[in-house]
């Protein structure tokens, strides 16, 4: 199957300070990427939708000047949690849509963030 | 109600032991199903698509019915290897995908 990657894959930040974490699409084209976040325990839920040279579009109270996300290619989409606090520490996982399957979501690794 | 709703388990069984999880969907638009294996700490793997005429791949049979918003995963002579949460997914019809919390397994020996 497709493989995405996710960098890095595990960070620890003071708070206030701001994130970037990158999701890559290795052997396809993904117009389309998503972002989600898991909280322990619970299930994955989807922040945002990425599309590759527009705006991105969020969900329901995800604060898009939060979580910024940038899909300046067809293999790249990033997101940053801007001041990120305690609370936001999380599993955030990306996941690519190939467009040759499109029901098909590949997802990354994961990026454990823990805000200190 | 919850969009997608999942028995959290966990299960305990011993191995070669069959066993069945069910799941229920709120949205009677919703187009795919899909059951998602996450194993602890990793991110999701697709396990496989469930079809209307229901699907089976070697040990795993899923089923679906549409008209109780129903999805159904069976594992039969379960291995240690199969213990971890299985998701039930669901797409509503916009191309993103709906989770369920999950259905935690854990096969002893």
């Known amino acids: 199957g497709a493989v995405v990657s996710q960098h890095p894959s595990w960070v620890i930040c003071k708070s206030g300070t701001s994130v970037k974490i990158e999701c890559r699409s290795l052997?396809?084209?993904?117009?389309?990427m998503f972002w989600y976040r898991q909280f322990p325990k619970q299930s994955l839920m989807l922040m945002a939708t990425?599309?590759?040279?527009?705006?991105?579009?969020?969900e329901q109270g995800v604060e898009k000047d939060k979580f910024l996300i940038n899909h300046a290619s067809l293999t790249l989409s990033t997101l940053t949690v801007t001041s990120a606090h305690p609370e936001d520490s999380s599993f955030y996982i990306c996941?690519?849509?190939?467009?040759?399957?499109?029901?098909?979501?590949?997802f990354g690794p994961g990026t454990r963030l823990l805000v200190l | 109600r919850k969009e997608v709703e999942q028995d959290p388990g966990p299960f305990n069984v011993p191995e070669g032991a069959t066993v069945a999880f069910n799941c229920t969907y709120s949205?009677?638009?919703?187009?795919?199903f899909f059951w998602y294996r996450q194993d602890c700490r990793k991110e999701p793997k697709l396990l496989m698509s469930?079809?209307?005429s229901g699907n089976e791949d070697g040990r795993f049979t899923a089923q679906l019915n549409r008209a109780s918003q129903y999805i159904s995963l069976l594992i039969r002579d379960s291995k240690l290897s199969d213990s971890a949460t299985y998701l039930c997914?669901?797409?509503?019809?916009?191309?993103?995908?709906?989770f369920g919390k999950g259905t935690m397994l854990l096969v002893s020996p």
């Open positions: 996941s690519a849509r190939d467009e040759t399957e499109k029901e098909t979501q590949y």
């Open positions: 949205n009677s638009a919703s187009q795919s």
């Open positions: 990425s599309n590759e040279g527009s705006k991105a579009t969020y």
């Open positions: 469930v079809y209307s």
């Open positions: 997914v669901v797409n509503p019809g916009y191309s993103t995908l709906t």
């Open positions: 052997d396809f084209q993904a117009t389309t």
